[in-house]
């Protein structure tokens, strides 16, 4: 067990909904990742929050926002869902934003688009 | 370019054989820092080590041993003995300094121990 928590595990749902996954850090990490994993792109970099404010953004479509709240949780919201958006999407925490951190993955939330 | 190559895409090994996992890394950074983490079949990636470009002193964990050659931009994982919960699928990151945290992952190599 990493200590990141990720909800849901599971979600399923439909072209053109809207829905929202949820990361908790491990205690004491302030800063959170989001990657998004699938079957013909692999394990991407979506973006990265550092104590509530965004740090980097990597290949992260205008339809999704992030945000990290003051209490260290972080939400991806996903919009105007297409079934391509159907992916494993995980959350990472490391314990500052210095460089090369190791990062603590969550078990992910398996997003099924139909 | 930032780019990690896993050139094997499948491994089968038998029990307590030995297998290396290859890595090759692209990087115009100086700094830069390269990870290998475990995805088991239950889906969770698992952290294994961390390198950075500045210390290639291979290492050494129980079965799993790393080397690190700055001179051929490789990264390569070893497995001794192996076992059967050992399969899983293996990826090898990089970071660089000037990009900030974002891991670059390889495509990965799914490794499978029949007993």
């Known amino acids: 067990d990493s200590g990141v928590t990720q909800t849901p595990k599971h979600l399923i749902t439909a072209t053109g909904q809207r829905v929202t996954l949820r990361c908790s850090p491990r205690s004491g990490d302030l800063s959170v990742y989001w990657y998004q994993q699938s079957l013909d792109q692999g394990l991407q970099f979506l973006i990265q929050y550092y104590n509530g404010e965004e740090r980097a953004k990597g290949n992260i479509l205008e339809r999704f926002s992030a945000q990290q709240f003051p209490d260290l949780h972080s939400e991806l919201n996903l919009s105007s869902l297409e079934l391509g958006d159907s992916a494993l999407y995980f959350c990472?925490?490391?314990?500052?934003?210095?460089?090369?951190?190791?990062?603590?993955f969550g078990p992910g939330t398996r997003l099924t688009v139909l | 370019a930032q780019k990690v190559t896993q050139a094997q895409t499948e491994i089968s090994v038998v029990e307590k054989e030995d297998v290396t996992l290859d890595c090759v890394y692209e990087t115009r950074d100086t700094t830069y820092y390269l990870f290998w983490y475990k995805q088991p079949p239950s889906g969770e990636l698992v952290f294994l080590i961390r390198?950075?470009?500045?210390?290639?002193q291979n290492e050494i964990s129980g079965r799993y041993s790393w080397n690190f050659q700055k001179s051929t931009s490789s990264f390569n994982f070893t497995i001794t003995a192996s076992q059967v919960v050992d399969s899983a699928v293996y990826f090898c990151?990089?970071?660089?300094?000037?990009?900030?945290?974002?891991?670059?992952f390889g495509t990965g190599t799914r490794l499978q121990v029949f007993p």
């Open positions: 990472a925490s490391s314990v500052r934003g210095a460089r090369g951190n190791e990062q603590f």
């Open positions: 990151a990089l970071s660089e300094a000037r990009y900030g945290d974002k891991l670059i």
């Open positions: 390198r950075n470009s500045f210390d290639e």
